[in-house]
Every structure is written in structure tokens, then in C-alpha cells.
């Protein structure tokens, strides 16, 4: 019996997702556990996994296409089953992309598009009408013959392209400049051809032009162009958000990371048998900034600020962001109620998301409603940096790495091991002094980390 495959739901709050790969074509033979698609959520990224085995007898939707959680995106079953009962409103099946865009065909232009003033794109001429289409189809312009008047394109050539599958994915029209042959379901002309194009180019360079060499210091353009990814547009408007929205202001304090050091220590040393082997010294960090924020004085930094700035809304628990790097890019899952957890609840939990955000499995409920984030660049070697603030929360916490501080003690010089700090918050929300404060706080407890260990 033939079996509609649906696009999950990747959280409560997700209402579609993007499919950005095809592992399976129509007619191709699939065993339960095979990869049929990769798809992503503005968050994070997943695949598809074959529930039934059967042969892939029609899929509705292209890669770069935005599709609707639970709806059918493809259908398993025997070879020659009908499946016209499982196609979705809307949706474009795989053999057949000239159905996408349906339009009037005609051998010859009508007269109102001849008389319509052609609309010029670069060095080519368009009726208005056959740039609509193209448009709404995906055409490829670039492979189009014109058979208009003065050479200009009318809708009867594009009408014909469409019929030849010569089509663009949405996704990937942005940044196509054209010449591709498309790879994609029907021919289309898809993201992963764009990222191959540059690839192919460097590859083909030797062969197709041995004797071109490049005079050294000569004008020479070797750039490219890569469509952004969904998820980096995403990073890329809050940024923006962020820094245009906020009065953002940064402060930094050092502390003395000895005690915090031999503690990991201890914990890599003696805490196999207590399952504390693996902490490290951000969990440290992190176990002591959520008791830190749960203090009632600092309640301003364990806060959103929303409707514009006009309203503070405070947490009762401190639920806290930790930012991961993933091939991805900067993914922040949230540990909820830190301030609660023991430090091996919370390592554990740690380690637990990161390693779901570098796999792209992180569940999109994890990758909101945190009330303060830390992000740890000190393995890196930064000895300082100006974090930035992920609204609508109200500040963030830079840990950097841990040098070599001199001082005078007993009229004597001193090395030890610094450490730097970077909060940046919103001065909307609070003034220099409270930050400040947080700060010292933070400062004194992670200095005497053993004894806020011992107290719970």
C-alpha cells in the first residue's frame, strides 16, 4: 500500500521548513532507515529517515522549496500504485515541472503582447507578460530564445523553457547568474549547483587555459558569489536587530581563575566514580553565572525587554543560553532553570544540546526562551571581545581565555592565572553601576567557586 511521507514538525513553533536535499529520485528503491531528504528550520538543520520500504513512486516538492509541516512531501509504495490521492494543493510532482506553472500556450505572440512596451533586463528584451511568467515559474532566462519583434523575449519562449524543464528553484534564483544545467528534481537548477559551480570552475581552469598565467601584482577579480544560507540570514538579521535596536555597552573585569583550575582538575583526576570526569571549566563558569543571576539584585540581566523597550519581563528561574559553533553557524540552545540544576546536572545537559546542535537535531524548543547567554570563545586564544546581545534579552557574558596576570603581593611580583570577562548589556534595561555589580559578584564567586560548590 502506497505511503505518504510528511515534512515533521520540529518543534511547536514551527510552521515549515525548508528541504535543501534530494537523497532519493522517483523510481529509486528505498529500504527502511535510508535518507530520503535534508531539510532545515531557520534554527538547525535534520533528515528525513525512510519509515517503509518501497519504491519512491512521486515527490511534490523541489529542493529550495518552503513547505508546510505535515504535509506530504513524497510517497513510498509498490511500482505502478496510485498515489493522486496524497498529492498536496499546490505542490509540483517530480516528472512533471511543466505543470508548476500552467499557462496559456500559443504558437504565435498575441497582439496586445506585441503592443505592451518591452521591459529591458541587462542586454535582453521582455514582454511584461513573459517576464511575469518567468518569474512565477523559475524559467531560466538565461538559455531562452527570443522569437518577438526586434529580438525581444515574449511568453510563448518562455512557455518553452517550462516545457523543457529549464527551470531555477526558488532558493537558488536569488544568486544564479546562468549556464548551469540544473541537477535538481525535473532539471531545475538548484542550491547544490551553485555551491558545485565554483568547484567545477577551479578544477576545469588548468585544462582549459594552461598558458594563462597571472602576472603578480596585476589587477585581477578571482571572486565569487555563494547564496547565504537560511540559517545565516537568520544569524545575519538578528545581528543586525540586535545592534540597530540596543544601547549596547560592553564592560570587562579579570578574575583569578587558581581556584576554578584546580577544580578541574580534581573533577579529571578523581571524578570518574562520581561521573564528573567530563566537567569543564565552562561548566564551571556557567554553574556559577546561573547562581550569580538568581541573585535578586541582578534581576535586570535575567530579564527580556519587550514592546519596544517598554516593558521588562522578569524570570523566576534563570534559564540560560550557551552559543555553539556548528558548520552551520552559531546555534544557542537554552538550559532551562540552570539555577536549579547540580554542576553535573548541568555539564550534562551541556554537552547533551551541543552535541544535538552540531548533529542538527536540536529540537527548535531549545533554541528559544533563554533569559541570558554565555559564549565561550577562550579556546581560541581571545583574551577579550565585545559579545552581542541576543534580544529580546538584556545582557550576554564573553568568557575569554586564561593568561598569565602579574601583580604585587607583599611587595612582591606575582604570576597567576587571569581570566577576562566581557558582559555586554542593554543600557536601556539598567545603568553601568548594576552591570558593574554583576560583574564584581560574578568576579568574587568564581574566586571562591569551592565554597558556592559546598553550599549548593
Not at 541587462?122 to 538565461?142: F, H, N, T, V, W
Not at 541573585?295 to 534559564?319: C, Q, R, S
Amino acid at each position: 500500500m502506497a505511503t505518504p511521507v510528511i515534512m515533521p514538525r520540529q518543534g511547536n513553533t514551527v510552521e515549515s521548513c525548508i528541504i535543501t536535499k534530494w537523497n532519493k529520485q522517483v523510481g529509486d528503491q528505498v529500504a527502511v532507515g535510508d535518507i530520503l531528504f535534508a531539510y532545515e528550520t531557520d534554527k538547525a538543520s535534520f533528515e528525513e529517515e525512510a519509515k517503509v520500504a518501497g519504491t519512491m513512486l512521486q515527490i511534490f516538492f523541489a529542493e529550495g522549496d518552503d513547505v508546510p509541516c505535515l504535509t506530504n512531501v513524497c510517497v513510498i509504495g509498490n511500482a505502478g500504485e496510485s498515489f493522486a490521492e496524497f498529492a498536496p494543493a499546490g505542490a509540483e510532482p517530480a516528472p512533471a515541472p511543466a505543470e508548476a506553472a500552467p499557462v496559456q500556450a500559443a504558437d504565435a505572440a498575441p497582439a496586445e503582447e506585441i503592443a505592451e512596451t518591452p521591459v529591458v533586463m541587462g542586454s535582453m528584451k521582455i514582454s511584461p507578460r513573459a517576464r511575469a511568467l518567468a518569474e512565477k515559474s523559475g524559467a531560466d532566462l538565461s538559455k531562452v530564445t527570443a522569437t518577438g519583434p526586434d529580438g525581444r523575449v515574449i511568453a510563448r519562449d518562455v512557455q518553452k523553457l517550462i516545457d523543457a524543464g529549464l527551470l531555477v528553484t526558488a532558493a537558488a534564483r536569488g544568486a544564479y547568474q546562468g549556464g548551469l544545467t540544473g541537477t535538481g528534481i525535473g532539471g531545475r537548477v538548484s542550491l547544490n549547483d551553485l555551491k558545485a559551480k565554483p568547484a567545477e570552475e577551479a578544477a576545469a581552469t588548468p585544462a582549459e587555459a594552461p598558458a594563462a598565467a597571472v602576472e603578480l601584482g596585476a589587477p585581477v577579480d578571482d571572486s565569487y558569489t555563494e547564496p547565504m544560507t537560511n540559517m545565516r540570514k537568520v544569524i545575519a538579521k538578528a545581528m543586525m536587530t540586535s545592534l540597530s535596536t540596543m544601547a549596547q555597552l560592553t564592560h570587562n573585569i579579570s578574575y583569578d581563575a587558581t581556584e576554578v583550575q584546580n577544580a578541574r582538575k580534581l573533577f579529571k583526576e578523581k571524578g570518574e566514580k562520581f561521573g564528573m570526569e567530563r566537567i569543564s571549566i565552562n561548566d564551571i563558569i556557567m554553574y556559577v553565572v546561573a547562581r550569580t543571576l538568581a541573585m535578586p539584585e541582578h534581576k535586570a540581566l535575567n530579564a527580556n525587554l519587550i514592546d519596544d523597550g517598554k516593558t521588562m519581563k522578569y524570570f523566576k528561574g534563570v534559564h540560560l543560553g550557551m552559543a555553539v559553533d556548528t558548520d552551520r553557524g552559531l546555534m544557542v540552545p537554552t538550559i532551562f532553570n540552570a539555577d536549579k540544576m547540580t554542576l553535573k546536572q548541568l555539564s550534562a545537559q551541556a554537552k547533551k544540546l551541543a552535541k544535538e546542535c552540531k548533529e542538527g537535531k536540536i529540537s527548535p524548543d531549545y533554541l528559544k526562551g533563554a533569559s541570558f547567554t554565555v559564549s565561550n570563545i577562550g579556546s581560541l586564544g581571545i583574551e577579550s571581545f565585545t559579545p552581542v546581545v541576543n534580544p529580546p534579552q538584556t545582557g550576554i557574558l564573553g568568557v575569554c581565555a586564561i593568561t598569565d596576570g602579574v601583580r604585587v603581593v607583599n611587595g612582591e611580583i606575582q604570576v597567576y592565572p587571569k581570566m577576562t570577562l566581557s558582559l555586554s548589556y542593554d543600557h536601556r534595561a539598567m545603568d553601568g553601576t548594576p552591570a558593574s555589580k554583576f560583574l564584581v559578584d560574578l568576579k568574587n564567586n568564581l574566586e571562591a567557586f569551592t565554597l558556592m560548590l559546598a553550599r549548593g
